[in-house]
Protein backbone atom coordinates (compact mmCIF):
# COMPACT_ATOMS: atom_id res chain seq x y z
CA UNK A 1 0.00 0.00 0.00
CA UNK A 2 1.18 3.65 -0.80
CA UNK A 3 2.66 5.06 2.40
CA UNK A 4 2.75 8.42 0.85
CA UNK A 5 2.26 10.65 -2.18
CA UNK A 6 5.90 11.43 -3.98
CA UNK A 7 5.90 11.21 -7.56
CA UNK A 8 7.65 8.03 -8.14
CA UNK A 9 7.38 4.95 -6.59
CA UNK A 10 10.08 1.84 -5.29
CA UNK A 11 9.24 -1.93 -4.59
CA UNK A 12 11.61 -3.69 -2.40
CA UNK A 13 11.55 -7.77 -2.07
CA UNK A 14 13.67 -9.19 0.92
CA UNK A 15 14.98 -12.75 1.20
CA UNK A 16 17.19 -14.07 3.56
CA UNK A 17 17.96 -13.68 7.44
CA UNK A 18 17.12 -11.45 10.23
CA UNK A 19 19.99 -9.50 9.23
CA UNK A 20 18.46 -8.82 5.85
CA UNK A 21 15.69 -7.86 7.13
CA UNK A 22 17.30 -4.98 8.94
CA UNK A 23 18.92 -3.90 5.81
CA UNK A 24 15.84 -3.61 3.99
CA UNK A 25 13.99 -1.33 6.30
CA UNK A 26 16.95 0.69 6.24
CA UNK A 27 16.70 0.99 2.39
CA UNK A 28 12.57 1.30 2.42
CA UNK A 29 13.76 4.03 4.91
CA UNK A 30 15.99 5.69 3.01
CA UNK A 31 14.08 5.82 -0.30
CA UNK A 32 10.60 6.69 1.79
CA UNK A 33 12.49 10.29 1.53
CA UNK A 34 12.50 10.80 -1.57
CA UNK A 35 9.70 7.84 -3.04
CA UNK A 36 6.33 6.23 -2.56
CA UNK A 37 6.42 2.48 -1.46
CA UNK A 38 4.28 0.35 -3.40
CA UNK A 39 3.42 -3.17 -2.71
CA UNK A 40 3.26 -4.71 -5.99
CA UNK A 41 6.23 -4.68 -8.30
CA UNK A 42 4.23 -3.75 -11.58
CA UNK A 43 3.02 -0.22 -10.44
CA UNK A 44 7.06 0.83 -9.05
CA UNK A 45 9.16 2.76 -10.73
CA UNK A 46 12.35 1.21 -8.95
CA UNK A 47 12.31 -2.80 -7.89
CA UNK A 48 15.06 -3.80 -5.34
CA UNK A 49 15.96 -7.13 -4.73
CA UNK A 50 17.79 -7.54 -1.45
CA UNK A 51 19.01 -11.30 -2.06
CA UNK A 52 20.14 -13.78 0.23
CA UNK A 53 23.60 -16.05 -0.76
CA UNK A 54 24.04 -18.07 2.10
CA UNK A 55 23.74 -21.43 0.73
CA UNK A 56 22.77 -23.03 -3.43
CA UNK A 57 19.31 -23.18 -2.12
CA UNK A 58 19.40 -19.54 -1.09
CA UNK A 59 21.19 -18.48 -4.37
CA UNK A 60 18.88 -20.16 -6.47
CA UNK A 61 15.66 -18.35 -4.47
CA UNK A 62 17.23 -15.00 -5.17
CA UNK A 63 17.96 -15.94 -8.97
CA UNK A 64 14.35 -17.00 -9.21
CA UNK A 65 12.96 -13.93 -7.56
CA UNK A 66 15.31 -11.63 -10.13
CA UNK A 67 13.67 -13.27 -12.22
CA UNK A 68 10.46 -13.05 -12.23
CA UNK A 69 10.42 -9.27 -10.43
CA UNK A 70 12.25 -8.50 -14.24
CA UNK A 71 9.31 -10.13 -15.96
CA UNK A 72 6.41 -8.11 -13.29
CA UNK A 73 8.47 -4.89 -13.15
CA UNK A 74 6.62 -1.93 -16.09
CA UNK A 75 8.78 -0.78 -18.73
CA UNK A 76 11.06 1.79 -18.29
CA UNK A 77 11.46 0.59 -14.65
CA UNK A 78 14.67 0.14 -13.02
CA UNK A 79 15.42 -3.38 -11.56
CA UNK A 80 18.55 -3.42 -8.45
CA UNK A 81 19.66 -6.12 -7.24
CA UNK A 82 21.22 -5.74 -3.57
CA UNK A 83 22.55 -7.96 -0.32
CA UNK A 84 24.78 -10.99 -0.40
CA UNK A 85 24.35 -12.43 -3.97
CA UNK A 86 25.25 -9.01 -5.34
CA UNK A 87 28.08 -8.60 -3.07
CA UNK A 88 29.51 -12.19 -3.48
CA UNK A 89 28.81 -12.65 -7.26
CA UNK A 90 28.04 -9.10 -8.56
CA UNK A 91 30.21 -9.40 -11.40
CA UNK A 92 28.70 -12.60 -12.68
CA UNK A 93 25.63 -11.13 -11.93
CA UNK A 94 26.06 -8.00 -14.21
CA UNK A 95 26.98 -9.86 -16.74
CA UNK A 96 24.99 -12.72 -16.94
CA UNK A 97 21.26 -11.04 -16.28
CA UNK A 98 20.91 -7.97 -18.68
CA UNK A 99 17.86 -7.60 -17.51
CA UNK A 100 19.08 -5.94 -14.08
CA UNK A 101 19.78 -2.56 -14.54
CA UNK A 102 22.45 -2.17 -11.55
CA UNK A 103 24.10 -4.73 -9.03
CA UNK A 104 24.88 -3.09 -5.85
CA UNK A 105 25.90 -5.02 -2.86
CA UNK A 106 25.22 -3.97 0.18
CA UNK A 107 25.69 -0.24 0.10
CA UNK A 108 22.95 0.15 -2.22
CA UNK A 109 22.00 3.23 -0.66
CA UNK A 110 25.09 4.76 -1.99
CA UNK A 111 24.79 3.12 -5.46
CA UNK A 112 21.09 4.94 -5.76
CA UNK A 113 22.46 8.09 -4.60
CA UNK A 114 24.90 8.50 -6.98
CA UNK A 115 24.18 8.15 -10.51
CA UNK A 116 25.14 4.61 -11.57
CA UNK A 117 27.60 4.36 -14.29
CA UNK A 118 28.68 1.26 -13.65
CA UNK A 119 26.43 -1.93 -13.48
CA UNK A 120 28.13 -3.55 -10.83
CA UNK A 121 29.72 -1.72 -7.78
CA UNK A 122 30.82 -3.15 -4.82
CA UNK A 123 30.70 -1.75 -1.10
CA UNK A 124 34.40 -1.54 -1.80
CA UNK A 125 34.46 0.13 -5.08
CA UNK A 126 32.73 3.18 -3.90
CA UNK A 127 33.79 6.67 -3.85
CA UNK A 128 35.56 8.14 -0.92
CA UNK A 129 32.64 10.89 -0.74
CA UNK A 130 31.92 12.17 2.79
CA UNK A 131 28.19 11.62 2.22
CA UNK A 132 29.49 7.60 1.90
CA UNK A 133 29.60 7.23 5.40
CA UNK A 134 26.51 8.99 6.67
CA UNK A 135 24.89 6.44 4.02
CA UNK A 136 26.65 3.04 5.65
CA UNK A 137 23.91 0.57 5.91
CA UNK A 138 24.84 -0.45 9.13
CA UNK A 139 24.31 3.53 10.60
CA UNK A 140 21.16 4.16 8.05
CA UNK A 141 18.07 4.99 10.19
CA UNK A 142 15.23 3.33 9.58
CA UNK A 143 11.20 3.61 10.62
CA UNK A 144 9.12 2.43 13.30
CA UNK A 145 8.49 -1.11 12.16
CA UNK A 146 4.43 -2.55 12.57
CA UNK A 147 5.29 -5.13 14.82
CA UNK A 148 6.12 -4.38 18.55
CA UNK A 149 9.06 -5.61 18.65
CA UNK A 150 11.79 -5.21 15.98
CA UNK A 151 15.59 -6.47 15.48
CA UNK A 152 18.55 -4.51 15.55
CA UNK A 153 21.52 -5.01 13.91
CA UNK A 154 24.88 -4.57 16.99
CA UNK A 155 27.50 -5.44 14.66
CA UNK A 156 28.47 -6.43 10.46
CA UNK A 157 31.26 -9.20 9.60
CA UNK A 158 32.99 -11.40 11.36
CA UNK A 159 36.69 -11.95 12.52
CA UNK A 160 36.05 -16.06 12.74
CA UNK A 161 36.62 -18.41 9.89
CA UNK A 162 34.44 -21.33 10.53
CA UNK A 163 34.90 -24.52 7.36
CA UNK A 164 31.85 -24.11 6.42
CA UNK A 165 30.95 -20.58 6.37
CA UNK A 166 31.75 -17.61 3.65
CA UNK A 167 30.20 -15.12 5.30
CA UNK A 168 33.80 -13.33 6.12
CA UNK A 169 34.61 -13.42 2.76
CA UNK A 170 31.95 -11.28 1.67
CA UNK A 171 31.09 -9.47 4.81
CA UNK A 172 34.32 -8.85 6.05
CA UNK A 173 35.95 -8.56 9.18
CA UNK A 174 33.39 -7.63 12.01
CA UNK A 175 32.48 -3.75 12.43
CA UNK A 176 30.79 -2.90 15.59
CA UNK A 177 28.53 -0.03 15.89
CA UNK A 178 28.73 2.27 19.04
CA UNK A 179 26.51 2.45 21.56
CA UNK A 180 25.25 5.57 20.74
CA UNK A 181 23.80 4.30 16.95
CA UNK A 182 22.82 1.85 18.75
CA UNK A 183 20.78 3.37 21.51
CA UNK A 184 19.60 5.92 18.43
CA UNK A 185 18.28 3.58 16.40
CA UNK A 186 16.44 1.80 19.42
CA UNK A 187 14.58 5.29 20.48
CA UNK A 188 13.42 5.83 16.65
CA UNK A 189 11.88 2.23 16.65
CA UNK A 190 10.14 2.48 19.98
CA UNK A 191 9.68 -1.14 20.60
CA UNK A 192 9.05 -3.00 23.41
CA UNK A 193 10.99 -5.64 22.45
CA UNK A 194 14.54 -5.98 20.83
CA UNK A 195 15.91 -8.92 18.96
CA UNK A 196 19.85 -8.13 18.69
CA UNK A 197 21.63 -10.03 15.60
CA UNK A 198 25.29 -9.94 14.24
CA UNK A 199 27.89 -12.49 12.79
CA UNK A 200 28.53 -13.62 16.14
CA UNK A 201 27.24 -10.87 19.01
CA UNK A 202 29.02 -12.50 21.99
CA UNK A 203 32.15 -10.87 20.23
CA UNK A 204 30.36 -7.50 20.40
CA UNK A 205 32.81 -4.23 20.55
CA UNK A 206 36.10 -6.70 20.37
CA UNK A 207 36.90 -4.82 17.15
CA UNK A 208 36.97 -1.74 18.48
CA UNK A 209 38.21 -2.48 22.13
CA UNK A 210 40.14 -5.53 22.05
CA UNK A 211 37.29 -7.47 24.32
CA UNK A 212 33.59 -7.83 24.24
CA UNK A 213 31.12 -5.15 25.20
CA UNK A 214 28.24 -7.12 24.87
CA UNK A 215 27.50 -7.18 28.53
CA UNK A 216 27.19 -3.36 29.12
CA UNK A 217 25.03 -3.33 25.73
CA UNK A 218 22.91 -5.60 27.18
CA UNK A 219 22.56 -4.09 30.66
CA UNK A 220 22.13 -0.56 28.74
CA UNK A 221 19.25 -1.35 26.49
CA UNK A 222 17.64 -3.77 29.36
CA UNK A 223 17.61 -0.79 31.41
CA UNK A 224 15.60 0.97 28.59
CA UNK A 225 13.07 -1.69 27.18
CA UNK A 226 11.19 -4.60 28.89
CA UNK A 227 12.57 -7.25 26.71
CA UNK A 228 16.05 -7.53 25.12
CA UNK A 229 16.69 -10.87 23.16
CA UNK A 230 20.19 -11.73 21.56
CA UNK A 231 20.41 -14.49 18.72
CA UNK A 232 23.46 -16.34 17.20
CA UNK A 233 25.91 -16.55 20.13
CA UNK A 234 29.18 -18.61 19.80
CA UNK A 235 29.22 -20.77 22.87
CA UNK A 236 32.80 -20.48 23.90
CA UNK A 237 32.60 -16.72 24.23
CA UNK A 238 29.36 -16.50 26.27
CA UNK A 239 31.18 -15.06 29.56
CA UNK A 240 29.86 -16.12 33.16
CA UNK A 241 28.91 -12.21 33.66
CA UNK A 242 26.86 -12.37 30.43
CA UNK A 243 25.33 -15.89 31.64
CA UNK A 244 24.20 -14.16 35.03
CA UNK A 245 22.96 -11.27 33.13
CA UNK A 246 20.71 -13.06 30.95
CA UNK A 247 19.34 -15.67 32.93
CA UNK A 248 18.38 -13.56 35.72
CA UNK A 249 16.87 -11.06 32.97
CA UNK A 250 13.46 -10.82 31.59
CA UNK A 251 14.02 -13.05 28.63
CA UNK A 252 16.52 -15.97 29.46
CA UNK A 253 16.60 -17.36 26.36
CA UNK A 254 20.09 -18.55 24.90
CA UNK A 255 19.87 -19.30 21.15
CA UNK A 256 23.85 -20.96 21.37
CA UNK A 257 25.23 -21.12 17.61
CA UNK A 258 26.69 -24.62 18.46
CA UNK A 259 26.91 -26.41 14.78
CA UNK A 260 28.08 -29.90 16.01
CA UNK A 261 28.57 -31.47 19.41
CA UNK A 262 31.25 -33.89 18.41
CA UNK A 263 34.80 -32.63 19.19
CA UNK A 264 36.46 -33.60 16.20
CA UNK A 265 34.47 -32.77 13.71
CA UNK A 266 34.04 -29.61 15.45
CA UNK A 267 37.60 -28.55 14.90
CA UNK A 268 37.18 -29.78 11.18
CA UNK A 269 34.73 -26.74 11.10
CA UNK A 270 37.95 -24.98 12.86
CA UNK A 271 35.44 -23.57 15.53
CA UNK A 272 35.62 -24.61 19.38
CA UNK A 273 33.73 -26.48 22.24
CA UNK A 274 32.57 -30.10 22.09
CA UNK A 275 29.08 -31.80 23.83
CA UNK A 276 30.84 -32.06 27.10
CA UNK A 277 31.52 -28.38 27.17
CA UNK A 278 28.33 -27.41 26.07
CA UNK A 279 26.41 -29.44 28.46
CA UNK A 280 28.08 -27.94 31.33
CA UNK A 281 27.30 -24.28 30.21
CA UNK A 282 23.56 -25.14 29.49
CA UNK A 283 23.45 -26.62 33.24
CA UNK A 284 25.11 -23.64 34.40
CA UNK A 285 22.07 -21.54 33.59
CA UNK A 286 19.91 -23.60 34.27
CA UNK A 287 20.75 -23.79 37.79
CA UNK A 288 20.60 -20.09 37.70
CA UNK A 289 17.02 -20.07 36.12
CA UNK A 290 15.58 -23.66 35.45
CA UNK A 291 13.26 -21.86 33.42
CA UNK A 292 15.80 -20.51 30.72
CA UNK A 293 15.26 -21.45 27.20
CA UNK A 294 17.44 -22.53 24.75
CA UNK A 295 18.13 -23.00 20.81
CA UNK A 296 20.64 -23.94 18.43
CA UNK A 297 21.32 -24.42 15.21
CA UNK A 298 23.69 -27.62 13.44
CA UNK A 299 25.21 -28.12 10.33
CA UNK A 300 24.80 -32.12 9.21
CA UNK A 301 27.35 -33.93 6.44
CA UNK A 302 30.11 -31.60 6.73
CA UNK A 303 33.20 -33.29 5.28
CA UNK A 304 34.86 -36.46 7.26
CA UNK A 305 31.47 -36.35 9.70
CA UNK A 306 30.90 -39.97 10.90
CA UNK A 307 28.80 -42.07 11.76
CA UNK A 308 30.18 -41.86 15.76
CA UNK A 309 30.18 -38.09 15.42
CA UNK A 310 26.45 -38.01 14.79
CA UNK A 311 25.57 -40.60 17.38
CA UNK A 312 27.93 -37.93 19.80
CA UNK A 313 25.30 -35.37 17.96
CA UNK A 314 22.02 -37.47 19.11
CA UNK A 315 23.26 -38.37 22.25
CA UNK A 316 24.09 -34.86 22.85
CA UNK A 317 20.53 -33.35 22.24
CA UNK A 318 19.03 -36.18 24.09
CA UNK A 319 20.75 -34.95 27.25
CA UNK A 320 20.47 -30.88 26.56
CA UNK A 321 16.79 -31.11 26.09
CA UNK A 322 17.51 -28.21 23.64
CA UNK A 323 13.72 -26.58 23.44
CA UNK A 324 14.50 -25.39 19.66
CA UNK A 325 16.95 -26.80 17.09
CA UNK A 326 17.26 -25.86 13.28
CA UNK A 327 19.46 -29.09 11.48
CA UNK A 328 20.78 -27.73 8.41
CA UNK A 329 22.45 -30.02 5.56
CA UNK A 330 26.16 -28.85 4.82
CA UNK A 331 26.43 -26.57 1.86
CA UNK A 332 29.80 -26.77 -0.18
CA UNK A 333 30.62 -23.32 -0.35
CA UNK A 334 33.17 -21.24 -2.39
CA UNK A 335 35.88 -18.87 -0.86
CA UNK A 336 35.77 -21.58 2.33
CA UNK A 337 38.56 -23.77 4.38
CA UNK A 338 35.84 -26.73 3.72
CA UNK A 339 35.52 -26.26 0.57
CA UNK A 340 38.55 -28.26 -0.59
CA UNK A 341 38.43 -30.97 1.81
CA UNK A 342 38.24 -34.45 1.33
CA UNK A 343 35.64 -37.09 2.65
CA UNK A 344 32.43 -35.02 1.34
CA UNK A 345 29.40 -37.15 3.08
CA UNK A 346 27.30 -38.32 0.32
CA UNK A 347 24.19 -36.12 0.37
CA UNK A 348 21.47 -38.94 1.17
CA UNK A 349 23.31 -40.06 3.87
CA UNK A 350 23.32 -36.00 5.49
CA UNK A 351 19.60 -35.93 4.59
CA UNK A 352 18.91 -39.23 6.53
CA UNK A 353 21.07 -37.60 9.39
CA UNK A 354 19.13 -34.73 9.44
CA UNK A 355 15.68 -36.52 9.77
CA UNK A 356 16.91 -38.47 12.48
CA UNK A 357 18.29 -35.89 14.72
CA UNK A 358 14.79 -33.46 13.41
CA UNK A 359 12.74 -36.28 14.84
CA UNK A 360 14.26 -36.79 17.85
CA UNK A 361 14.28 -32.80 18.34
CA UNK A 362 10.57 -32.58 17.57
CA UNK A 363 9.96 -35.23 20.10
CA UNK A 364 11.52 -32.94 22.94
CA UNK A 365 10.39 -30.09 21.36
CA UNK A 366 6.82 -31.05 21.25
CA UNK A 367 7.20 -32.64 24.74
CA UNK A 368 8.64 -29.11 26.29
CA UNK A 369 5.45 -27.38 24.73
CA UNK A 370 3.22 -30.16 26.29
CA UNK A 371 4.66 -29.64 29.28
CA UNK A 372 4.52 -25.43 29.56
CA UNK A 373 0.10 -26.76 29.95
CA UNK A 374 -1.28 -25.06 32.80
CA UNK A 375 2.06 -22.74 33.51
CA UNK A 376 1.33 -18.63 33.69
CA UNK A 377 3.11 -17.01 31.05
CA UNK A 378 4.41 -13.29 30.53
CA UNK A 379 3.47 -12.58 26.61
CA UNK A 380 3.96 -9.91 24.00
CA UNK A 381 0.83 -9.77 22.11
CA UNK A 382 2.54 -9.32 18.33
CA UNK A 383 -0.38 -9.09 16.51
CA UNK A 384 -4.42 -9.87 16.71
CA UNK A 385 -4.74 -13.11 17.82
CA UNK A 386 -1.29 -14.11 18.79
CA UNK A 387 1.62 -13.56 21.29
CA UNK A 388 4.93 -15.27 22.69
CA UNK A 389 6.51 -15.16 25.85
CA UNK A 390 10.40 -15.24 26.48
CA UNK A 391 10.38 -18.79 25.33
CA UNK A 392 9.61 -17.87 21.64
CA UNK A 393 12.03 -15.81 19.12
CA UNK A 394 9.57 -13.88 16.85
CA UNK A 395 9.73 -15.42 13.34
CA UNK A 396 11.84 -18.61 14.21
CA UNK A 397 10.38 -20.25 16.65
CA UNK A 398 6.31 -21.11 17.54
CA UNK A 399 3.58 -19.24 18.58
CA UNK A 400 0.80 -18.61 21.23
CA UNK A 401 -2.71 -18.53 20.17
CA UNK A 402 -4.38 -15.92 22.39
CA UNK A 403 -7.94 -14.42 22.51
CA UNK A 404 -8.43 -11.51 19.38
CA UNK A 405 -9.52 -9.17 21.78
CA UNK A 406 -6.11 -8.41 23.28
CA UNK A 407 -4.39 -5.24 21.88
CA UNK A 408 -1.40 -5.65 20.29
CA UNK A 409 1.48 -4.24 21.99
CA UNK A 410 0.44 -5.09 25.42
CA UNK A 411 1.99 -7.47 27.84
CA UNK A 412 -0.62 -10.05 29.25
CA UNK A 413 -0.16 -12.62 31.93
CA UNK A 414 -2.32 -15.53 30.52
CA UNK A 415 -2.31 -19.28 31.48
CA UNK A 416 -1.29 -21.76 28.69
CA UNK A 417 -4.54 -24.16 28.12
CA UNK A 418 -3.02 -26.53 24.78
CA UNK A 419 -0.74 -26.81 22.69
CA UNK A 420 -0.62 -28.34 19.77
CA UNK A 421 3.27 -29.26 18.25
CA UNK A 422 5.28 -25.91 18.51
CA UNK A 423 2.47 -23.42 18.88
CA UNK A 424 -0.01 -22.94 22.43
CA UNK A 425 -2.92 -21.94 23.46
CA UNK A 426 -3.48 -19.05 26.10
CA UNK A 427 -6.10 -17.45 28.08
CA UNK A 428 -5.62 -13.99 29.69
CA UNK A 429 -5.53 -14.45 33.63
S1 LIG B 1 29.54 -19.41 11.13
FE1 LIG B 1 31.51 -18.79 12.02
S2 LIG B 1 32.53 -17.58 10.43
FE2 LIG B 1 30.38 -17.76 9.84
S3 LIG B 1 29.42 -15.89 10.63
FE3 LIG B 1 29.15 -17.51 12.20
S4 LIG B 1 30.91 -17.31 13.59
FE4 LIG B 1 31.40 -16.15 11.71
Redesign the pocket.
Known sequence: MPTDHKESTFYLETLGCPKNQVDSEKIAHYLRDTMTEVDNPAAADLVVVNTCAFIESARQESINTILSLAEKKQEGAKLVVSGCLAERYGEELAENLPEVDLVAGFNVAVNLSISPKKRFLRSADLPQQTSVTSLDLLELPRSRPDTPWAYIKAAEG?D???G??A??SFRGKQRSRSLESILEEVTAVGSHELVLVA??LASYGKDVSGSSDIVNLYRTLSAMVPWVRLL?L?PTSISEELILEMANGAVPYFDL?L?HASRSLLQKMR?SGHAKYYLSLIDKVRQINPEAAFRSSFVIGYPGETEEDHDILLDFLEEAQLDWAGFFAYSKEEGTYAYSLPDETDPELALVRIRETQALQDEITFRKRKELIGSTQKVLVDEKGWGRSFREAPEIDGKIALPNTLPVGDFVDIRIVDSTGTDLTGIPL
Open positions: CRNCFCIPQDYYSQR
